[in-house]
């Protein structure tokens, strides 16, 4: 009895030549992802240690008279807080890092790569969520308020509210105390007229 053989076709010169190539870029792209994220980091790090009190509020949309006071600790208050939407988008390049390094060693459909492309895309999703939240030149401490203002310009607005609210009750008591008096003056015209009137 003669058994079959089964002979492997000979392999594609083409194909072969697409796979090293495609491999190539994505181990190329696996280490452009860890640059691109460092260049990231260090690129917020300059700007809030370096960047001046004017640009900053005019980054924040804020007068620049609040940030009179820009010393060191409110800087890295702001890099803190503007790193935190920065910080998802980095989580977003190491997944796309580890999903390109398995396409790199051929796992192209493997769940290490595909669940590797879900981190990508959840962590750009939640950087895109947090910076319409904290934004890229929002200046947030202590001393601001949840509006971005500083407590004191916000205590100054409540008070300046309250005093308008008082002289609107003022106002609408004087008002209502002259209907009174003309309603009463009214009242007496009238009797007045009742009592001088001949009876038939």
Known sequence: MIEPTITASAPDPARQTRLRRVRLLSLVLARCFVALAVLLTLGLLFYWLTASAGSVAADANIPQAWLSG????????????????????????????????????????????????????????????LETGFGSGAVRSPEFGRTGRPASAVARSRQRHAADLADRRHHRGDCLGHIGSIRARRRKRAVHLMRTSPCP
């Open 70 to 129: 820009l010393g060191l600790g409110r800087r890295l208050a702001g890099f803190a807080i503007s790193f935190v939407p920065l910080a998802c988008l980095v989580f977003a390049l190491m997944a796309a890092r580890r999903a390109f390094q398995a396409f790199a060693t051929g796992d192209f459909f493997g769940q290490n790569a595909i669940r590797n492309l879900r981190y990508f895309g959840l962590g750009l999703l939640a950087s895109a969520l």
